[in-house]
């Protein structure tokens, strides 16, 4: 879950708490949120529109009008618009005439009749891809040496039965890594002597220091996350219940409670908080499923004395082994890889699910990201082993704050730059400034030097011109290198379904799916035509006044000073420049 979900948390968390309390009649539960919100408030979080007020004081709000009396409630009175994402807006040109989206449907009128001129493969790092996804099954990759099941490594390439890619946390047993710590806790543990450091040594009293600070201040947010989820999910069957009883029965959904008139001021409190919660796409099987979410990571991710590592059982001291995993590139929970590979590839002509930004791709499926943070080591594997298969894009949607063997994955990025591999990015999900924090594996080498073909990408969003970087999308001047679509992003998901995500992790893929599409058609261009057409064309927003994001809605500023292109990606123009310079160099 993105930060900014964790603010929409705390945010309603307290609405929702204003109104138990001030319009409940029934004794209200302990009032616990303002204690949550005010004690420790979560970084770079202005939250001061929502700051809870006396929670208990009964507002004199017979005001017949819900929502419309500033004075009766601190809360935001206006209920966000209830609109959603056109299915397909990141395929569109233009939102509302003024948001530019990629614009995939022109790139993709301008090539029909050509054919794909080779298939290009992409490599998805990631957490694993549901292999069985009618949209999927038929672009993955197959590894053209290797006979499945045999137990044999057929083509010789060290890696046993991969027919679409491999496994870096499983075991040879067929055993798989789900869960993980941060790296934070890992350093943490090497401080403190706690197992999950592995072989790692105590880094110093300075990163020492800082560490222990960010992994208490971590654990103290998920805490109150997750109390807050708990909270929450208690007044959730509350609002449902005052919501159909005011429906005459009828399930509440986003539609009928905007549509509901009230002068009941109680229902009018539950109107407005259940449209809060669902312009957040916060229902009940969401706080189920985030309420686990953020379990796991306080039980594992934080846990200093966690080691999934034997179930891998590799020499996990030795970063330059290769060969340690297993075949199985789905694993216990395939969904965040399985979203990433279809907006990249999905079948765009099978006539079910939705439609990948490439067609003549094939999704090369790298097992390396558990819930938890990704091991450099398996990190650099994962690239290595995508270069050494025949990837020409390496998409990677993860990243993590701190990197201790930085170097092992560094010698395998020079690698994929020196092959003329493309590397594509996602810039992070914590609002915030590359410049100031970093995001794993950043787009520089520790000596300073940077890989020629990565493109670094943020998020942009739909919904308006001001919104255009998304909320909770990572920025930088000179860190990012351009934004393409990450909100609202139909995906596929295990078991044949799809639904919308949020993340640069969505956006990353998009780009790579551009670069496929261009690689595909247009076979004479390399990796670093590609990567210079990609950014040359990108729609020009620099001008466009956002707001910054991780700021709610305080700081505006330029999305140009968000990226050096200060641009969202935009198919058609690229594909039109790759038509251009075809032209030009054909005699
Ligand atoms: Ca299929
Ligand atoms: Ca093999
Ligand atoms: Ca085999
Ligand atoms: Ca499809």
Redesign the pocket.
Known sequence: MSRSLYRAFVFIAVAVFTAACGSSASPPPPPPAPQAAAADPPPAQPESAVQPEPAAQPEPEAAPDPGADPGADPAPAEPPAPRTAPERWWHEAMLDGDVPSTNLDEAHELLAGRTPAREVIVAVIDGGVDTA???????LWVNPGEVAGNGVDDDGNGYVDDVHGWNFIGGADGQNVQYDTYEMTRIHAACIGGSAAGPMESPGQDLCDEVASSYEEERVELTQISEQITQIQSIYPILVGILTGALGGEEPTMENVSALQTMDPRTAEAKNIFLQLAAAGIDEELLESEGETIQNRLQYGLDTAFDPRPIVGDDYADPTETGYGNPDVTGPDPSHGTAVASVVAA?RD?G?GIEGAANGARIMAIRAVPDGDERDKDVANAIRYAVDNGAHVINMSFGKGYSPEKSTVDEAVRYADAAGVLMVHASGNDGADLAEGNNFPTTAYADGDAPNLWIEVGASGWQARDSLAAAFSNYGTELVDVFAPGVAIMSAAPGNEYEPADGTSLASPVVSGIAALLMAYFPDLDAADVRRIILETATDAAEFTVVLPGTEDDERVLFGTLSVTGGVVNAAEAVRQALQEEQQTSP
């Open positions: 996804h009618e949209d999927l099954d038929d672009v079948e099978n079910v």
